[in-house]
């Protein structure tokens, strides 16, 4: 159940991708078709602000059920309804706030607006902190009575029934209280570094090869470090870099003082680390994010191979971490227009059925989309499904590359999971965790790749899309895992009361990416100014959202096979997979869908899928004389 904690989590399913292009148009030119229509959320600014006001003169009523929750299993029910109603409500202006932000970074009015929504939030958190501490002091007897008394607080069984299961990191009314009113502060961190890094930072303009005046903001950066040549590749990368080295000490400040947060956050809740306190939330084991980073690990040897793979194709002694986004076919130009993008995702995705597909093409008609890059546009790519009346929607920075096909499918992953949770389950329920988010992003796309593959039997082109494949396994589980560890270590080094400074966060990430990369058995050379790469990664502000990235992956990948494979009752479990919402824990939920996370099964089929196409890959090689 989604409760009055803050809207911080409602970003928990955001996906940023990398694949974004630094050529943009301005709003106006853009057909309507391609952008979103957000008032299917509210029908003007003005509305919005009506919205608002409203919501702010009856948050207050909250307080009435104060002292009273023990006395009936109706009381308890208005309370826990009443509750729900107001975080949809506040759900919903922020997600409007937000996009129209996101459309336009540089608007102050927006920017305020979200402002304001994040006030709202702390105060209406302040006002409920008593629900939680009160609801404790309840013997679970009770609560499991008024359950069977109250037909209608079944729904928030699954809700109660948890917080009875972290009652000894609950706090008293009064601290709860503080901890809420904390919410003023603890969002600082991760708003300076977005406006820092997607507004303010005095990006590098560089010269390519063929006079390309080529703008190197994140977008930029994530465009032109794919150029064939390898010249204009080092310039891309060591001008990024060096912005990045240039203001690595605020980068370093603002990353601590959100380390900080989770510091507090832990310590004030009784948990063992942060990494605990984060995982509890989802009842994760922490066993599945220490054994994540220990198979990963112990499989370098196959990332190892997936490098030299590279090397070979590029033809080139030594591989430099400049070389990584580099093209590895020549003469194959995967570039797909929108439109032509749109229907190879439609094909790929006829495997999910009819009713799927119909709902993927309204959310592709009906402007549930933004489709180009515009001038201040936010960076990345992301699904957000939290306006729970309404659609979800989907930002996109398309750029006519075939990674652009494979986001927009990851990204409608996402939105047919909110759609179907949305649709299926009530409120409280329908908000699936971050554990689960990126299973059906993925999925989408491991059929999206298998789609393509059996379509192309040229040999160039399946190269180019095996190394696709490859490359994004490389993305998605070793190189998130390897954020993960990252994320970890410096949680713990905050945990033994170690400074974090952008000086010793560049040391620590050096080590993680050069034995990552091989750097010392010189498989993958990687300079002194590329490891001031963390300070580019918004994922470290989510609070160990990256290593999800890579269960999801594996996860998916078992799923998927299971589909394509057209196993009895395998499409009909993932439907109700992805239509299950936040009614069980991730872990359980997975387990129905005919995955179990807390063994080592899932990685261990990946592995095997990675090699099997490691094997084609070098078998065309072979034949190519290469």
Same mark, same amino acid.
């Given at each position: 159940?989604?409760?009055?904690?803050?809207?911080?989590?409602?970003?928990?399913?955001?996906?940023?991708?990398?694949?974004?292009?630094?050529?943009?148009?301005?709003?106006?030119?853009?057909?309507?078709? $391609?952008?979103?229509?957000?008032? *299917?959320?509210?029908?003007?600014?003005?509305?919005? @602000?009506?919205? #608002? /006001? +409203? &919501?702010?003169?009856?948050?207050?009523?909250?307080?009435?059920?104060?002292?009273?929750?023990?006395?009936?299993?109706?009381?308890?029910?208005?309370?826990?309804?009443?509750?729900?109603?107001?975080?949809?409500?506040?759900?919903?202006?922020?997600? $409007?706030?937000?996009?129209?932000? *996101?459309?336009?970074?540089?608007?102050?009015?927006? @920017?305020?607006? #979200? /402002? +304001? &929504?994040?006030?709202?939030?702390?105060?209406?958190?302040?006002?409920?902190?008593?629900?939680?501490?009160?609801?404790?002091?309840?013997?679970?007897?009770?609560?499991?009575?008024?359950?069977?008394?109250?037909?209608?607080?079944?729904?928030?069984?699954?809700?109660?029934?948890?917080?009875?299961?972290?009652?000894?990191?609950?706090?008293? @009314?009064?601290?709860?209280?503080?901890?809420?009113?904390?919410?003023?502060?603890?969002?600082?961190?991760?708003?300076?570094?977005?406006?820092?890094?997607?507004?303010?930072?005095?990006?590098?303009?560089?010269?390519?090869?063929?006079?390309?005046?080529?703008?190197?903001?994140?977008?930029?950066?994530?465009?032109?470090?794919?150029?064939?040549?390898?010249?204009?590749?080092?310039?891309?990368?060591?001008?990024?870099?060096?912005?990045?080295?240039?203001?690595?000490?605020?980068?370093?400040?603002?990353?601590?003082?959100?380390?900080?947060?989770?510091?507090?956050?832990?310590?004030?809740?009784?948990?063992?680390?942060?990494?605990?306190?984060?995982?509890?939330?989802?009842?994760?084991?922490?066993?599945?994010?220490?054994?994540?980073?220990?198979?990963?690990?112990?499989?370098?040897?196959?990332?190892?191979?997936?490098?030299?793979?590279?090397?070979?194709?590029?033809?080139?002694?030594?591989?430099?971490?400049?070389?990584?986004?580099?093209?590895?076919?020549?003469?194959?130009?995967?570039?797909?227009?929108?439109?032509?993008?749109?229907?190879?995702?439609?094909?790929?995705?006829?495997?999910?059925?009819?009713?799927?597909?119909?709902?993927?093409?309204?959310?592709?008609?009906?402007?549930?989309?933004?489709?180009?890059?515009?001038?201040?546009?936010?960076?990345?790519?992301?699904?957000?499904?939290?306006?729970?009346?309404?659609?979800?929607?989907?930002?996109?920075?398309?750029?006519?590359?075939?990674?652009?096909?494979?986001?927009?499918?990851?990204?409608?992953?996402?939105?047919?999971?909110?759609?179907?949770?949305?649709?299926?389950?009530?409120?409280?329920?329908?908000?699936?965790?971050?554990?689960?988010?990126?299973?059906?992003?993925?999925?989408?796309?491991?059929?999206?790749?298998?789609?393509?593959?059996?379509?192309?039997?040229?040999?160039?082109?399946?190269?180019?899309?095996?190394?696709?494949?490859?490359?994004?396994?490389?993305?998605?589980?070793?190189?998130?895992?390897?954020?993960?560890?990252?994320?970890?270590?410096?949680?713990?080094?905050?945990?033994?009361?170690?400074?974090?400074?952008?000086?010793?966060?560049?040391?620590?990430?050096?080590?993680?990416?050069?034995?990552?990369?091989?750097?010392?058995?010189?498989?993958?050379?990687?300079?002194?100014?590329?490891?001031?790469?963390?300070?580019?990664?918004?994922?470290?502000?989510?609070?160990?959202?990256?290593?999800?990235?890579?269960?999801?992956?594996?996860?998916?990948?078992?799923?998927?096979?299971?589909?394509?494979?057209?196993?009895?009752?395998?499409?009909?479990?993932?439907?109700?997979?992805?239509?299950?919402?936040?009614?069980?824990?991730?872990?359980?939920?997975?387990?129905?869908?005919?995955?179990?996370?807390?063994?080592?099964?899932?990685?261990?089929?990946?592995?095997?899928?990675?090699?099997?196409?490691?094997?084609?890959?070098?078998?065309?090689?072979?034949?190519?004389?290469?």
């Amino acid at each position: 159940m989604k409760t009055l904690t803050g809207i911080a989590m409602i970003l928990s399913v955001l996906c940023m991708s990398q694949n974004l292009s630094a050529q943009t148009r301005e709003r106006k030119d853009i057909d309507k078709a $391609y952008t979103w229509n957000l008032t *299917d959320i509210y029908e003007s600014d003005a509305a919005w @602000q009506d919205a #608002k /006001q +409203e &919501l702010a003169a009856e948050m207050d009523k909250i307080t009435k059920f104060e002292g009273k929750l023990s006395s009936s299993a109706q009381t308890l029910l208005q309370c826990l309804e009443f509750s729900s109603k107001l975080d949809k409500d506040l759900t919903r202006l922020y997600v $409007y706030a937000m996009q129209k932000s *996101d459309l336009d970074t540089r608007v102050s009015e927006y @920017q305020a607006m #979200k /402002q +304001e &929504l994040e006030q709202l939030a702390t105060q209406m958190g302040s006002m409920a902190s008593y629900i939680e501490p009160e609801i404790l002091k309840m013997d679970s007897s009770q609560i499991l009575n008024f359950i069977n008394q109250k037909k209608k607080l079944k729904v928030y069984a699954f809700y109660l029934k948890d917080l009875l299961r972290k009652k000894e990191h609950r706090l008293s @009314q009064k601290e709860e209280k503080i901890m809420a009113e904390a919410g003023l502060l603890t969002g600082g961190p991760q708003h300076i570094y977005s406006i820092l890094s997607n507004a303010d930072l005095p990006y590098p303009t560089v010269t390519l090869s063929d006079g390309t005046e080529a703008k190197l903001n994140a977008a930029g950066y994530a465009r032109y470090r794919s150029s064939k040549n390898r010249s204009d590749r080092e310039l891309v990368f060591n001008s990024f870099f060096t912005a990045m080295k240039d203001f690595s000490s605020t980068f370093g400040a603002s990353l601590a003082g959100n380390i900080k947060t989770d510091l507090f956050n832990m310590r004030a809740r009784n948990y063992e680390s942060c990494l605990q306190a984060a995982l509890d939330r989802n009842n994760i084991p922490t066993e599945v994010y220490t054994s994540l980073i220990n198979n990963v690990t112990a499989n370098l040897e196959s990332f190892h191979r997936y490098l030299d793979i590279k090397r070979r194709m590029l033809g080139v002694d030594t591989l430099k971490y400049s070389d990584l986004y580099a093209p590895t076919v020549k003469n194959v130009d995967l570039e797909y227009s929108y439109d032509k993008g749109r229907e190879i995702v439609l094909e790929s995705l006829a495997p999910l059925g009819d009713e799927y597909l119909s709902t993927v093409r309204q959310a592709m008609d009906e402007r549930w989309i933004d489709v180009y890059p515009t001038p201040g546009k936010r960076s990345g790519a992301y699904s957000s499904g939290n306006a729970y009346d309404v659609h979800p929607f989907i930002l996109l920075n398309y750029n006519d590359q075939y990674s652009d096909v494979s986001t927009l499918t990851h990204e409608l992953g996402h939105t047919m999971h909110s759609f179907y949770s949305n649709k299926t389950q009530p409120y409280p329920l329908a908000d699936y965790s971050i554990f689960v988010a990126e299973v059906a992003s993925t999925f989408n796309e491991a059929l999206l790749t298998e789609y393509m593959l059996d379509k192309i039997k040229d040999d160039d082109t399946r190269l180019s899309l095996l190394m696709e494949y490859l490359d994004g396994l490389k993305g998605t589980v070793f190189r998130q895992t390897q954020f993960a560890e990252f994320e970890l270590k410096i949680h713990e080094q905050a945990e033994n009361g170690q400074a974090l400074t952008g000086e010793s966060l560049t040391q620590l990430y050096a080590d993680i990416v050069r034995n990552y990369y091989g750097h010392d058995k010189g498989v993958c050379n990687v300079k002194d100014l590329y490891t001031y790469e963390w300070a580019y990664i918004p994922h470290f502000y989510y609070n160990f959202y990256v290593y999800q990235y890579s269960t999801s992956f594996c996860a998916s990948t078992a799923l998927s096979e299971k589909v394509l494979a057209e196993e009895q009752g395998a499409l009909s479990k993932y439907i109700q997979f992805i239509s299950s919402g936040g009614s069980d824990y991730p872990i359980e939920l997975l387990k129905a869908a005919g995955v179990d996370m807390t063994t080592s099964e899932p990685f261990d089929k990946t592995m095997q899928k990675m090699n099997r196409v490691m094997d084609e890959i070098e078998s065309i090689l072979e034949k190519k004389g290469i």
